[in-house]
């Protein structure tokens, strides 16, 4: 990079401390630190959920898919088709729940109806989850972005922890959140730019290049996941991450919290909506400049010999560093750069929640009584997180796999077992703490057995597994439990319901019937991609 990208690089990330900064001074509890004050916006919320799931690591991985990887191409597109179904699914069963709790963490319902046990229990396995897939995201984005900046990795690596640390401990969930809009909109432009870029220089005839006609389907029912070894199909990839997402956006406390953030109800279901609208979008983009670089790659041996004998990932970090105008550079790796600890600040910022809710005042209550005392506790414990997390990221192996497969793998083994303690607290008034907490044991075993044991089935099932299991041994070992108390059955979605009688059917809600409209449309879009590309190339 030049002095001028340079310039803009530090530029950009001093002004994304100085947010954290500025932000904190509206900070006089942990309520404010870790729920904004419970003021922020649907827009604001849904943006930033967003941003977290599609901005740089999307970014670097989707169009590797595309153009790199082995049994790539836009099927990656099938990620997509469950997004709104979830949103729906989380909205009128999870959100009416989430906002009955008086703190920061989600896992405070599984106190509520279960007992402490199994909030315990949920907490530690959200905070071994998310403390692995933090370090795996810190590592691999560090990998990526050391080559193209021309850094040595662990500098790379010290420098974005370093920066997401400050600015998350500094400002909390609001500087998370404007953060990651930010970084989202220069991202997308960036990608905007890099595409017209690479289409100018094509010349735009493309009819005498072509590219394998599988990497350009973007619905494969010939495979189904279940032990043929093929992951990106049809079938797993709907239904697989229909629990993957409900699992992460809905009980995950890195995403979750945000829903919390809100002023209430209805406000956190327009965030999930919103969130559930604008994902497809910029995904699509990200799918089409892959395909554009895969025939970059025909028409310029140079640049095909820059990515010769290295991992998908540096596919589209080194296209914007030789092409890309000088300042545009800057400006796009500034982005690349701070939306790569888009999920770390993120991570920080609910680790800390769930550390302080869920242990801290579990075990110490009186701290509770000095509010600016568990402020600072609060950012003590999240600075420690990134500290942890950092270290951690030593210690995580190089893989073949992109970044973005690596850290969906951990999320389908851990989603289906705590999505399967929410939703069967919720809908099973039979279900006891003890019976729970026998099941999540047995689902993620189970997925961690199928991972090592049996690869030949898709990791995109795990989700589905992990939760039948959990639900199944839940409902059977709690037959020969105690049936749950009273108050434990009032946290069920019916007793919520009955104790707000004014809530509407979701049969009724308009927002429902938007979602799944638009989950026909994006099929529909992406089967007409398929066809358009299948003719030109």
Known sequence: MTLIDWTVLIIYLIGIIGLGVWLAKRQHSTDDYFLGGRKMG???????????????????????????????????????????????????????????????????????????????????????????????????????????????????????????????TIGGIMADVYSDIIQLV?????????????????????????????????????????????????WPMIIGCLFLYMGYYGCDQSQAQRLLATPDNRQAQNALMINGLIRFPIVLTYIIFGVVLAVFIQTHPDFAALLKGKNPDYLVPTFMIHY?????????????????????DSAYNSLS????????LKFK??????????????????????????????????????????????????????????????????????????????????????????????WLWWGPIGFCTTLSVSLIYSKISPTASRISEDWTLKGILNKHPEKQSWLKDKRVYTLAIYTFVIIIISIIVSRVLHSIL
């Open 42 to 168: 649907p827009t604001v919320i849904a943006t930033s959920l967003a941003a977290n799931q599609v901005s740089a690591i999307s970014l670097i991985s989707a169009p590797a898919f595309v153009a790199l990887k082995t049994g790539g191409g836009i099927k990656w597109l099938q990620f997509e088709f469950a997004v709104p179904i979830a949103m729906i699914a989380i909205m009128f069963l999870l959100v009416p729940v989430f906002r009955q709790l008086s703190g920061a963490s989600v896992y405070e319902y599984a106190e509520r109806r279960f007992g402490v046990g199994t909030r315990l229990t949920l907490s530690a396995l959200f905070m071994f989850s998310r403390g692995l897939s933090t370090s795996v995201i810190l590592y691999t984005s560090a990998l990526v972005l050391s080559v193209v900046l021309g850094l040595p990795i662990y500098i790379t690596m010290v420098i974005m922890a370093v920066v997401a640390i400050a600015y998350t």
């Open 186 to 234: 220069i991202l997308y432009g960036g990608v905007l730019v890099a595409l017209i870029v690479s289409i100018n220089m094509l010349g735009g005839d493309l009819s005498s290049l072509s590219i394998d006609p599988e990497r350009l389907n973007s619905i494969d029912f010939s495979h189904h996941g279940f032990g043929d070894g093929q992951t990106f199909a049809f």
């Open 324 to 344: 890309l105008p000088v300042g545009v550079v800057g400006l796009v790796m500034a982005g690349l750069f701070a939306a790569s600890m888009s999920s770390l």
């Open 353 to 360: 929640a769930v550390t302080v809710t869920d242990f801290v």
């Open 365 to 458: 209550p009186k701290i509770a009584q000095n509010s600016l005392k568990m402020l600072r506790l609060s950012k003590l414990i999240t600075l420690l997180w990134g500290i942890f997390t950092a270290g951690g990221a030593y210690f995580v192996a190089k893989s073949s796999s992109t970044v973005i497969e690596l850290v969906n793998m951990i999320g389908s083994a851990f989603a289906g077992p705590i999505l399967a303690t929410f939703l069967g607290g919720i809908l099973f008034r039979s279900i006891t703490g003890s019976g729970v907490v026998t099941g999540i044991i047995v689902g993620t075993a189970l997925n961690f057995f199928l991972g090592q044991c049996v690869p030949s089935i898709s």
